[in-house]
């Protein structure tokens, strides 16, 4: 089985709906983000959260919010869907450790979410 | 904030051949990471480098950390039609920072 799984895999939705993408690891870790992908600008940072009680802003956050439920869980919301919102969505996580054992402090994704907001 | 570029930005080579691509950055990354993406799937970590001048291999393909740890490199010996997809590489700064992503490399292969 996947240690990350997204779902769903693809949503076409309209305009002003809201929807939840979810995310669910199996490493353990206590690290994970939620990134966005669109052709030819790589992956952008919407927000991450380093443990459960912790939630931070990315580089992309407006529009956005997220729900970290339990060390395992972060779901991503856009709260009202608008066109420019279609893209290409991925789940991550690391094991943050990185102070201590820097070769631990690589990212691991998820299969990603097709979203097409109409 | 902290940018990456990567060239060539798109490549055909034939199979068989060798490739080379490179990421680069204005800023020191002390950390490197190579990711493949395939189509419809996420990426995937190839490789990851943690000391500057370090010469890496994962079966055909070797990266390395620059010496001036603005930039990292990527060979890929002998492509096969499987090796097709986007190449991503990743800097991080400090660890247990964010990463920053690069824009990426398609790389296709001509039987």
């Known amino acids: 089985d996947a240690d990350v799984t997204q779902t769903p895999r693809n949503r076409i939705t309209k305009t002003g709906k809201r929807i939840m993408l979810e995310c669910s690891q199996t490493k353990g870790h206590d690290r994970m983000y939620w990134y966005r992908q669109d052709p030819g600008l790589g992956l952008r940072l919407i927000y991450y959260s380093f443990d459960v009680k912790d939630i931070n802003k990315g580089e992309i956050s407006d529009g956005y919010s997220v729900s970290r439920q339990a060390q395992a869980k972060f779901s991503l919301s856009l709260e009202s869907a608008i066109p420019n919102q279609t893209a290409l969505y991925f789940c991550?996580?690391?094991?943050?450790?990185?102070?201590?054992?820097?070769?631990?402090?690589?990212?691991?994704f998820g299969p990603g979410t097709r979203l097409t907001v109409l | 904030g902290q940018q990456l570029n990567q060239s060539p930005q798109s490549m055909f080579i034939q199979e068989g051949e060798d490739v080379s691509m490179n990421c680069t950055s204005s800023s020191i990354f002390n950390t490197w990471l190579w990711y493949k993406q395939d189509p419809g799937e996420g990426p995937v970590l190839l490789i990851a480098?943690?000391?500057?001048?370090e010469l890496t291999s994962n079966g055909r393909l070797t990266a390395q950390f620059g010496i001036t740890r603005k930039d990292s490199f990527l060979n890929i010996s002998a492509s096969i039609p499987s090796d097709v997809g986007i190449y991503f590489c990743a800097g991080q700064f400090l660890a247990g920072q964010n990463f920053v992503f690069g824009p990426g490399t398609r790389l296709s292969v001509l039987p």
């Open positions: 480098l943690y000391k500057a001048g």
């Open positions: 991550a996580t690391s094991d943050g450790t990185g102070l201590l054992a820097p070769k631990a402090d690589t990212q691991y």
